[in-house]
């Protein structure tokens, strides 16, 4: 799987761009606010539909769109997976101006035929690495289930499709609680919302478990090379369910549900449900369930969210990052595209020495950042080297410390 041509339209400070990848690795080089991270912006955006730094659509179009009869931002893609090439476009449009302000819709094909944002997950799989990425070791529980919600819905569209339902339903029960608190009415209303929670619920929360028993199993062996062996990492899903082990079944692939596990995690969630009744009638949200579950980081017996300093922190997201990568290309068989964004700089020479040996095996990578020299000459050698200046994009023959190297000689 590797992305070979990318052509953007008036997306964020891009208003026409082609871009060709002709090499496995690729770094892009310019200062900051030129557009390095805009264009894996647009990347990542083919692969979720989603962007990873905006919730509006509005601000990815480029502001001289605005003059246009219908403004409107553009990403077409082509893949090239296995034996065949794929085309992706996706296409933001602006409507008119309503009460608070213009809104946008979203346009999805997939060779020619329009698509759901469902039907776009693992046409293109991306890992996405930038400094922010600490944010999920030491942010809030909520950074933390966006992230398995995006790992697993890029490997299995039947997870998306659960978690959708599923999201839908927190909401719809939500209400109906608030509706029982301020008018009264049959609590047996409730019956057929809790059954279609804890059943949509249960299917996460198993996939979920599976999905981190693997990732904690290859994030352990990341770390204990990136720190030289004096630290051992260990990743633990924090469920809102007390379930002992016994009743679980086995967690070999993050594909395959276990029936037996899903009935188990269904009857706790059931069972929590009756005893908090009057608590949940009384706030009017649901308490339990996945929405409210956690990941926890521990290294040496110590949570890394109350207890890690920030090179720990640091550290434990990035092993949590490569194996990702890992369990994408196990999942699925196709290795994912890497997108590393400035992270560069944020890394010692150890943790950057590792990162590079990483990339050195994806089927593709591209990199950005501001400065050359964080790379060894050798790395910069080997690869298409690409310079980005406001909105504009052009290859280089070489690296300019090779020039000066070349200049200096006599």
């Known amino acids: 799987m590797r992305l070979s041509n990318l052509e953007l339209v008036n997306f964020r400070n891009y208003s026409r761009l082609q871009l060709s990848f002709n090499e496995p690795l690729t770094l892009l080089q310019g200062e900051n606010a030129q557009g390095k991270s805009n264009l894996l912006e647009a990347i990542y955006m083919l692969a979720t539909s989603r962007s990873p730094r905006t919730g509006s659509d509005r601000e990815l179009i480029h502001w001289l769109a605005e003059e246009d009869l219908q403004p409107h931002a553009r990403i077409d893609a082509e893949v090239e997976r296995a034996n065949r090439t794929e085309r992706i476009d996706i296409t933001i449009l602006q409507n008119s101006q309503g009460d608070n302000g213009p809104t946008t819709r ?3 094909r997939i060779n020619g035929l329009n698509r759901r944002a469902l039907d776009l997950l693992g046409h293109l799989n991306v890992v996405l690495f930038v400094p922010q990425d600490v944010d999920l070791v030491a942010g809030s529980p909520s950074v933390r ?3 398995l919600d995006i790992t697993l819905c890029q490997i299995s569209s039947k997870y998306c499709r659960s978690l959708s339902r599923y999201n839908r339903v927190v909401a719809q029960r939500s209400h109906l609680l608030r509706q029982l608190r301020e008018r009264g009415g049959k609590p047996e209303q409730m019956e ?3 059954d279609a929670l804890t059943g949509h619920g249960a299917e996460i929360m198993a996939w979920r478990r599976q ?4 990732l904690d199993q290859l994030a352990r062996a990341a770390h204990y090379d990136l720190t030289g062996g004096s630290e051992v990492l260990r990743l633990q899903y924090a469920s809102s369910l007390a379930v002992p082990d016994s009743a679980l079944g086995p967690t070999d692939s993050p594909l395959e549900l276990d029936a037996g596990e899903v009935a188990a995690l269904k009857a706790a969630f059931q069972s929590r449900l009756a005893e908090l009744r009057r608590q949940e009638t009384l706030q009017g949200v649901c308490l339990v369930g996945p929405h409210r579950d956690d990941v926890r980081f521990v290294v040496n017996d110590r949570d ?3 207890y890690g300093s920030r090179g720990q922190q640091r550290t434990a997201a990035l092993s949590l990052k490569m194996s990702e990568t890992r369990l994408m290309h196990q999942a699925t068989g196709e290795r994912p595209v890497l997108l590393l964004d400035d992270v560069m700089s944020e890394l010692d020479v150890r943790r950057r020495r590792y990162l590079l040996d990483t990339v050195g095996g994806a089927q593709q990578a591209i990199i950005t950042t501001t400065d050359f020299r964080l790379f060894p000459q050798k790395f910069l050698s080997d690869i298409e080297l690409m310079q980005v200046v406001e909105g504009r994009i052009h290859h280089l023959e070489q690296s300019p410390l090779e020039e000066e ?6």
Do not use: F, V
């Not at 999905?211 to 693997?214: D, E, H, N, P, R």
């Open 145 to 147: 289930r966006r992230y």
């Open 106 to 108: 979203k346009q999805i």
């Open 192 to 194: 057929y919302w809790n």
């Open 211 to 214: 999905a981190l028993s693997a």
């Open 304 to 306: 890394l969210n109350t």
């Open 405 to 410: 190297a070349h200049g200096d000689a006599p």
